[in-house]
């Protein structure tokens, strides 16, 4: 193995740890935060849920200006500014005492998860793996599955013990002491052989700018993909623990229930990218979300072990694959020229579904519908996702274009 092979692998470990810490930690945690914070303030679901809108909406209007920043900036800078700020929103979340102050550190959180996850995985990746894209995304990402299986556990454990506040402290540590000093210190945007002028003749580097990109119908089934896929995650991240305390089962079985839900996403993750680097980003978009919507539906039959352990298995193993696939899908649509801005634009629908999904889902239980009628509108969303993937075509054009100067 090259040295710079050796770097690329390092690369994705440190990635690895960076989504594990704060996307595990900050995004993923939101379930078991939900019934105890509720309580302390006397809020309802819907008001509660709508941190977590807070949190996707900030992302959503930050993540192009780090696209962009991305585009022209070493990755280093921003993840680790990221992280930091993941740190100090938890830590201010930790002494809130009103909606307000909450809400500001979830814009802080949210911010922070643009910065210093997702993208900056999918662009360093993008730069630094060819052959072994899916492959090396798919253990990157994996990261955050595991991070919320494991932070999770922790936060559940931390509140029964200390309280909700707590939870927040435990959360933040290990961004301050693990996940800041490593992206700083490993992290690098490209390989050398890519810097400067050589990333011009680099096939690897080109693609098309972002006025042709906005233009294809691909960007389009990607951000309606995303949008899908988005608001079906984050609706069933926040909804499922609820969902299953109010059926019966006590918080710490239901948390299980959602981390053991979480490692077979990270299992998930490395299956569909290795699948992507066989049949394609596109296709192997399509059969994640297809499934995932299956898997959605059993949920509903909780009570059941069999149908309980069939949602587990088959959504667990889909529900995270999307965020390995979607980077190997623009990549394949559109280059690398430009990865940064269209999956910073592309975010928006991420976002616009992340901070949709919570509330909606609040809003449907608060109504007098249950859960039964949220689930069921998450599997078809997801389902509405499959289709949009299968809309999207990889990048055809001359090579006279592919290489075109970069306008900024």
Same mark, same amino acid.
């Given at each position: 193995?090259?040295?710079?092979?050796?770097?690329?692998?390092?690369?994705?470990?440190?990635?690895?740890?960076?989504?594990?810490?704060?996307?595990?930690?900050?995004?993923?945690?939101?379930?078991?935060?939900?019934?105890?914070?509720?309580?302390?303030?006397?809020?309802?679901?819907?008001?509660?849920?709508?941190?977590?809108?807070?949190?996707?909406?900030?992302?959503?209007?930050?993540?192009?200006?780090?696209?962009?920043?991305?585009?022209?900036?070493?990755?280093?800078?921003?993840?680790?500014?990221?992280?930091?700020?993941?740190?100090?929103?938890?830590?201010?979340?930790?002494?809130?005492?009103?909606?307000?102050?909450?809400?500001?550190?979830?814009?802080?959180?949210?911010?922070?998860?643009?910065?210093?996850?997702?993208?900056?995985?999918?662009?360093?990746?993008?730069?630094?793996?060819?052959?072994?894209?899916?492959?090396?995304?798919?253990?990157?990402?994996?990261?955050?599955?595991?991070?919320?299986?494991?932070?999770?556990?922790?936060?559940?454990?931390?509140?029964?013990?200390?309280?909700?506040?707590?939870?927040?402290?435990?959360?933040?540590?290990?961004?301050?002491?693990?996940?800041?000093?490593?992206?700083?210190?490993?992290?690098?945007?490209?390989?050398?052989?890519?810097?400067?002028?050589?990333?011009?003749?680099?096939?690897?580097?080109?693609?098309?700018?972002?006025?042709?990109?906005?233009?294809?119908?691909?960007?389009?089934?990607?951000?309606?993909?995303?949008?899908?896929?988005?608001?079906?995650?984050?609706?069933?991240?926040?909804?499922?623990?609820?969902?299953?305390?109010?059926?019966?089962?006590?918080?710490?079985?239901?948390?299980?229930?959602?981390?053991?839900?979480?490692?077979?996403?990270?299992?998930?993750?490395?299956?569909?990218?290795?699948?992507?680097?066989?049949?394609?980003?596109?296709?192997?978009?399509?059969?994640?979300?297809?499934?995932?919507?299956?898997?959605?539906?059993?949920?509903?039959?909780?009570?059941?072990?069999?149908? !309980? *352990? =069939?949602?587990?298995?088959?959504? +667990?193993?889909?529900? #995270? /694959?999307?965020?390995? $696939?979607?980077?190997? %899908?623009? @990549?394949?649509?559109?280059?690398?020229?430009?990865?940064?801005?269209?999956?910073?634009?592309?975010?928006?629908?991420?976002?616009?579904?992340?901070?949709?999904?919570?509330? !909606? *889902? =609040?809003?449907?239980?608060?109504? +007098?519908?249950?859960? #039964? /009628?949220?689930?069921? $509108?998450?599997?078809? %969303?997801? @389902?509405?996702?499959?289709?949009?993937?299968?809309?999207?075509?990889?990048?055809?054009?001359?090579?006279?274009?592919?290489?075109?100067?970069?306008?900024?």
């Amino acid at each position: 193995m090259s040295r710079r092979e050796r770097h690329g692998w390092l690369i994705v470990a440190t990635l690895f740890i960076a989504l594990f810490v704060v996307f595990g930690g900050g995004y993923n945690t939101a379930g078991v935060f939900f019934d105890p914070m509720r309580r302390s303030f006397g809020w309802n679901s819907a008001r509660q849920s709508s941190l977590q809108t807070i949190l996707a909406l900030t992302a959503g209007v930050t993540v192009p200006l780090f696209g962009w920043l991305l585009d022209r900036f070493e990755a280093r800078i921003i993840m680790t500014g990221g992280t930091i700020l993941a740190g100090c929103s938890m830590v201010l979340a930790s002494r809130a005492n009103s909606f307000r102050i909450l809400a500001v550190a979830y814009m802080g959180l949210g911010a922070a998860i643009a910065a210093s996850t997702l993208l900056p995985a999918g662009l360093v990746i993008a730069n630094w793996f060819k052959e072994r894209r899916g492959t090396a995304l798919g253990i990157a990402t994996a990261g955050t599955s595991l991070g919320g299986m494991a932070m999770t556990l922790i936060a559940a454990r931390t509140i029964e013990a200390a309280g909700w506040r707590a939870g927040y402290i435990a959360l933040a540590v290990p961004t301050f002491l693990i996940a800041a000093p490593l992206t700083a210190i490993i992290i690098r945007t490209r390989p050398p052989d890519q810097q400067g002028e050589a990333a011009s003749a680099n096939p690897l580097a080109a693609g098309l700018d972002l006025g042709p990109a906005l233009r294809s119908r691909s960007f389009w089934m990607i951000a309606a993909a995303q949008f899908c896929f988005s608001l079906a995650g984050a609706g069933g991240t926040v909804h499922t623990v609820p969902y299953l305390i109010r059926d019966g089962f006590r918080l710490d079985y239901a948390a299980q229930v959602f981390s053991i839900t979480f490692a077979m996403a990270s299992v998930g993750k490395f299956l569909m990218g290795y699948g992507a680097d066989l049949l394609s980003g596109r296709v192997a978009l399509a059969l994640t979300l297809a499934m995932a919507a299956v898997g959605q539906l059993m949920l509903l039959g909780a009570r059941h072990d069999a149908l !309980l *352990g =069939g949602y587990v298995l088959l959504y +667990g193993t889909m529900s #995270g /694959a999307p965020l390995a $696939l979607i980077p190997m %899908v623009i @990549a394949e649509s559109f280059g690398l020229k430009r990865f940064g801005s269209v999956s910073g634009l592309t975010g928006i629908c991420i976002t616009l579904g992340g901070a949709a999904g919570p509330i !909606l *889902g =609040g809003v449907i239980v608060d109504s +007098g519908a249950g859960y #039964g /009628a949220a689930f069921l $509108l998450f599997a078809a %969303v997801l @389902a509405a996702g499959a289709v949009a993937a299968l809309g999207c075509s990889p990048l055809k054009i001359a090579p006279a274009e592919y290489q075109s100067p970069a306008t900024d």
